[in-house]
């Protein structure tokens, strides 16, 4: 029985809508652009968790579906819906972002350039992602995972730093030349499903069913049979976008040069996009192929895991270190995923969402940071904790969820992911294991380089905590670090009959029942 | 096995959370500030909510003394923790006879100790911090001993860590003080892997983590030989993990650093119940040690290894808190002894033991520090016993406890410490020696610590003198107290040959224990067992006192204590420098893991990936550059191009090319 609303459609077009609220808005009023935002943000979020109490976990399939014919003939058309995998990613979307415009609200008089352009930018950056996460349809998903590209590269190109320019361009490039191979493979997707059904179509539920050939009798004929190919296509756009070691090198450039708020949806949301991509797409779609490779990303993940925390490790820009550590923590939802393990690709599905808020919040101290004391590097702080107690709880708390402290939920996501793993593959559980141990070295070296020690600068007299709006920004993702931590049930329950679905059809296809 | 449902665990365990948030959240609102609580009243609430958590213990230990049933216990299932894909863990809490002792140990000290607090942090900022940072340890380590199962175990485990880093760190403005706080995280991370490891893989072999369930498997045979070929790698997984709680080789190299948190801290984290973490989980899981004997073996090694070398660590430090650090180390070692003999009972017994004396050594060392304006320095102390009577009096009992003098608590426990590693089938002669030697050293160290800061010469400074103050009640009733228990908590465990003269007084502890941490059957029976025990307990006994007083006549001699120092000049130096062996990790890890990563930041990154990457657009823009050659803008070469174009197609087409 499938559902039918328009629900989906208005949470992925609601803010493209006040966009155009944006563009039509007075001059005289450009001071209250931040204002309609928020409120943009929170009707979102609003619409959202209506979704979410609507949302009926018992089932596994996909709900809410809204369909539109767009270019029939070509197979084009407009399907969204929502399982059990794309509602946490949703619903972190929908809290992320008026968190986030929030924790950055610009302090008084300081004027940003084209404020207009600035808010409709994270507006259609917004619908970008909710579109990703609900499309239900190949041409839709790349339609929307294109779109999210356009406002970042103005986001990181015109607000950003001073190498604003060189960043976004390689940012931009990188993803997109991932993604046309995506692209190549959608095209032979859809043409293969209308030589076998009649019809051009790329619905999900369609192209899913489709058992492109696969030949694993050598890894010559392996990579020449279309299964592979195709995964491997999707794959290189998913990624890159992850980051995955060694295609990373786009983020902490990214990062550094983004204005905060491009900062935290980038960590919080974008990069889940990558992971989202090969949870839903190419490791469904093409099992065989991601089972056949599965040790290969397995290896990269904890490569990453561990690279990511050495060169952490060695920043002195703290916006860089929190961008590595991004770097670490996303190998483990490589890991999880392709360890084909039930417990832990159900701890990836997490991690992504935990990884979303405690980067997102760590980066929010970055800049909290920035705007009071225009610097980032490690060195220019130092016992701030004294004068910002407040910044240094959440900063405390959010380092606390880096670190996958139990009663966290950092842990909820790593847990599992390691045990999981642990499972089929000890060895690489093992070296990610390390990653607990490296993880805490960073993050423990930034949280006293900056608050803890004498106090190393004179000026701190200007220095004022955390407003009321950061306050309830910081305050949320507490709640949720908590929250999640200790009843991840409550909090991804409704994940539960999709997820088991999931895992057991992939693993019955790639017929493995090792340690089920 | 009588199991009752009770809501009391859970009580106890929310009770320091209630205190943690009031200091954390409420009261700072209702002061406006974080330093404006005032200290009496963080005081105040923190120690009412541990005491009220004790109050609780009190009477959930009397319900499990008056239950029926082989193994009573309460039990709380709180809510669904983890439970997806095969992977079930409720947040269910558990008092037994084991975690009861435990939970009376952490609430009843941890009251003393929040009490003792309320004066000593009385003129400090931020007392408010430090109440909440005190209840959230309880939390955690109640957590620890009463969690059902293995990650809540481990939730505990991680979150006593992080209090400890917080509370090492209290004084954070002081860069070394910081270090110390991150030093103890990091090393027990390092530790905290090998308890996942173990953990990991005992869900792999068992598909459970919880530990009734765990324990109940192992009973079973067949579960037992297929899961043979792992176990000892699964003991040894978590044995790590108990290294770098219970500050054993090779990781208890933070323990020492810990001491720069204030000294209640010391006392309740560093002396008295987190770091026997590690101890009572091989206790906890001692059925499936017991399937290792390598393991074992291992355990009892490290314990004695480590006991020795800090003992002999400990003679040659001149801060107080520093020799007490070190003792904690080696007694801990002791534990470990014990356990990897299989004595897990008296593993336990000394656990209790050493709480008591521990704690209150640590306290009357802080009431010593606090009456010398700040000072840790034993050289700069000395007769220091006029002035500080109580403190005086209360922390001699706590050496005569620790030294082992005859009937003090210590003496029980590392008595059947002692006797165990000969006669139980998993003791070893020589590490019989070690223990013997260790004994001596610690009942050393102990008088020289005595001597060096309440007898002999006094060398203090005039300042110091003019500020001397003993302590006030509210710090000199817990000493009282663990003094009381120190000096008759060893009656729990008399053993036979004296509970046979006491009117047949039997071995409490070993009997409360049983159904939880069974007793080893002693394989020497009869009249030799007297004797045998007699002996190590009469031995044992002189060494304890030869050493004790020696220990404390050689330093009260002002003199001696600077001839000696220069005429064990190298020796002194490599003890008092703890071996080197901070310097070694320093080297071996420290340095490499920075150069590592800055090689991968600094070349890898920036000269290899990156590099590949930009490498990649420079030679697409170079390629477009080149091809720009044909994109000259003029009609007649476009036509030329066509034209040859299409004489290339029509060739093709005609087949004429192939």
Redesign the interface.
Known sequence: METTSTLLTWIIFTPLIFSFIALLFPTAFEGKLRTLTLIQTLISALLATVMYFQFDGSLATAQMQHFMSWLPDWGLNYIVSIDGISLPLVMLTAYVAPVAILGTWPSHGVELKKEKFFVMMLMFLQTGMYGTFLASDLFLFYFFWEVVLIPMFFLIGIWGGKERIYATVKFFLYTMVGSLLMLVAIFYMVKTSADLNGIASASFSNLSKIPFAFDNRSLLLALQSPQVLLFLAFALAFVIKVPMVPFHTWLPDAHVQAPTVGSVFLAAVLLKLGTYGLMRIAIPFFPQAAYYFREFFILMGVIGIIYGAFCALAQTDFKKLVAYSSVSHMGYIMLGLFSFQKVAMAGSLYQMINHGISAGGLFLIVGFLYERLHTRNLSDFGGLSKTVPLMAIGFMIMTLSSVALPGSNGFVGEFPILLGAFQVEPMYALFAGTGVILGAVYALKAYQLVMLGPATRTDLDHLHDLNLKEITAMIVLTLFVFGIGFFPKTFFGKSDSSLNVYTSTILEKVGTNEYQ | MENMNSVLPALILLSPLIGFFINAVILPLAYKG?AKTPANTAGGVATSFIGFSFLLALISFVKLSSAGGANPSLTINC?????????NIP?ELRIDKLSGILVLIITGIGTLIHLYSTSYMHDEECVGRYFSYLNLFCFNMLLLVMGNNL?LL??GW??VG?CS?LLI?FW????EK??AG?KA??VN??G??GF??G???L??ELGTLTLPEINLLLANPEVVTRIMPSVTLICLSLFVGATGKSAQMPLYVWLPDAMSGPTPVSALIHAATMVTAGVYMIARLNPLFELSPLALSVVAHVGAITALFAGSIAIAQTDIKKVLAYSTVSQLGFMFLACGVGAYQTAVFHLMTHAFFKALLFLGSGSVIHACSGEQDMTKMGALKKHLPHTHLTMLIGSLAISGIPFFSGFFSKDEILYSTIALPGGVSYLFVIGVVTAVLTAFYTGRMMSLTFYGEKRYSHEVEHHLHESPALMTFPLYVLAGLAALGGFLGVPHLLGDYLGHMPHYLSKWLNPVVPAKVLPIIGIKLHLHEGLVMFGSSVLAMVSFFSGISLFKKNLFVKDLFSAFNPIEKVLSNKYYVDELYHFIIVTP??K???F???I??KY???K???GI?TQVRKIGSGLRFFQTGDIQTYALMMLLGLLLTILFIFKILL
Not at chain 2, 79 to 87: I, R
Not at chain 2, 172 to 175: A, F, G, H, P, R
């Open positions: 974080f809510f669904e923790w983890f439970n997806f894909g095969g992977l947040f990650p481990f939730f991680e979150g992080l880093y760190g954070y403005t002081e860069t910081a270090n991150k995280f990091i991370r390092v905290d892997l996942l490891v953990m990991f893989l869900f792999r893991v920075r590592i990563s800055e991968s930041a600094g890898i990154d290899i990936f990156d590949a990457v930009n657009g």
